[in-house]
């Protein structure tokens, strides 16, 4: 019987964990519907920025070819970062629980580790408006600028002129942003923007704007161009109400998302007290490498 009672976590374990796995599968995963999602056996991911070959230029007649070759800028790391979190459970709570106390703990758990990955991947946009301290990409600004360096010379912009609100006028400025984006070397690229991403707050402004036959708030029954042209999509873990995005779908942008290690728990007793302890750990990394594929507002 002594023996027995060292087994505690063996007894307790199957059935929490069970519960936090069921909990974790409960809702979709919104970070993976916009991230790229990718699994990692290294200690960082490494990516580099190469311009390519400028436009082919005109050759007179007996002249050499003019020579070119790629520009290498600059790289950004993936480091990743470990989180962990445990909580115990007394002999005597174990023995006189006839509430499910232990079960809602469980799936308080599973929503502890949803918070700490769905946050990490959402303040990777929400912060992107932000210089120097917010989300800096591989050419050395933050993701949202109006004046991302190119290696070729000159710059671009994947941020409204001035905050602007979700709107007909809004959307109309970032799409044109969107299609005219160009390269490194100023060579036009052809980006199309296929996705919307907001706040709960707004997802019903975006409803009258790309639902309504003619141009919602005007009088004039002028047609609505914005029309079924986007994908609307809810981040609930997003923390300002005014900012929102808009995507390519996810092969043409690099937001990205690193499983270093997938949640794994873990237990054991405490052989004085009879008690047990639980925990969880994992390690990912996220961000964002560069700004094609990826355009927004800071709102109004």
């Known amino acids: 019987m002594a023996a027995n009672r060292g087994a505690f976590s063996q007894l307790l374990t199957p059935g929490l964990f069970a519960v936090i796995y069921e909990d974790l599968a409960m809702h979709p995963e919104e970070y993976?519907?916009?991230?790229?999602?990718?699994?990692?056996?290294?200690?960082?991911?490494?990516?580099?920025?190469i311009a390519g070959l400028a436009a082919v230029p005109v050759k007179p007649e007996g002249t050499a070819i003019q020579m070119d070759e790629p520009i290498q800028g600059g790289?950004?790391?993936?480091?990743?970062?470990?989180?962990?979190?445990?909580?115990?459970?007394?002999?005597?709570?174990?023995?006189?629980?006839?509430?499910?106390?232990?079960?809602?703990?469980s799936q308080d758990f599973g929503g502890s580790i949803r918070q700490t990955i769905e946050a990490a991947a959402a303040a990777i946009l929400s912060a992107g408006f932000t210089p120097t301290t917010g989300t800096i990409t591989i050419d050395g600004v933050n993701l949202f600028n109006t004046a991302h360096p190119l290696l070729g010379g000159g710059t671009y912009s994947n941020r409204s002129a001035t905050d602007v609100?979700?709107?007909?006028?809004?959307?109309?400025?970032?799409?044109?942003?969107?299609?005219?984006?160009?390269?490194?070397?100023?060579?036009?690229?052809?980006?199309?923007?296929?996705?919307?991403?907001?706040?709960?707050?707004?997802?019903?402004?975006?409803?009258?704007?790309?639902?309504?036959?003619?141009?919602?708030y005007t009088g004039t029954n002028e047609v609505?161009?914005?029309?079924?042209?986007?994908?609307?999509?809810?981040?609930?873990?997003?923390?300002?109400?005014?900012?929102?995005?808009?995507?390519?779908?996810?092969?043409?942008?690099?937001?990205?998302?690193?499983?270093?290690?997938?949640?794994?728990?873990?237990?054991?007793?405490?052989?004085?007290?009879?008690?047990?302890?639980?925990?969880?750990?994992?390690?990912f990394s996220v961000g964002a490498t560069y700004w094609h594929g990826i355009a927004g507002s800071n709102g109004a």
């Open 32 to 49: 993976a519907q916009l991230f790229n999602v990718y699994s990692s056996d290294m200690a960082y991911e490494e990516d580099q920025l």
């Open 75 to 105: 790289s950004l790391r993936y480091t990743h970062v470990s989180y962990g979190l445990g909580f115990q459970v007394t002999r005597e709570m174990w023995d006189d629980d006839k509430y499910g106390i232990m079960r809602r703990v």
């Open 165 to 216: 609100a979700l709107s007909v006028t809004g959307l109309t400025e970032l799409t044109l942003l969107f299609e005219l984006t160009v390269n490194e070397r100023g060579l036009l690229k052809r980006m199309v923007p296929a996705e919307l991403w907001m706040h709960p707050n707004n997802q019903f402004v975006a409803g009258e704007i790309l639902n309504s036959a003619y141009k919602p």
């Open 224 to 283: 609505n161009v914005m029309q079924g042209r986007f994908k609307p999509n809810v981040n609930h873990y997003f923390t300002s109400l005014t900012q929102w995005f808009m995507a390519s779908q996810k092969r043409d942008h690099t937001l990205k998302f690193f499983w270093r290690t997938q949640p794994m728990f873990d237990s054991q007793d405490d052989f004085k007290t009879k008690g047990a302890e639980f925990s969880t750990f994992f390690r």
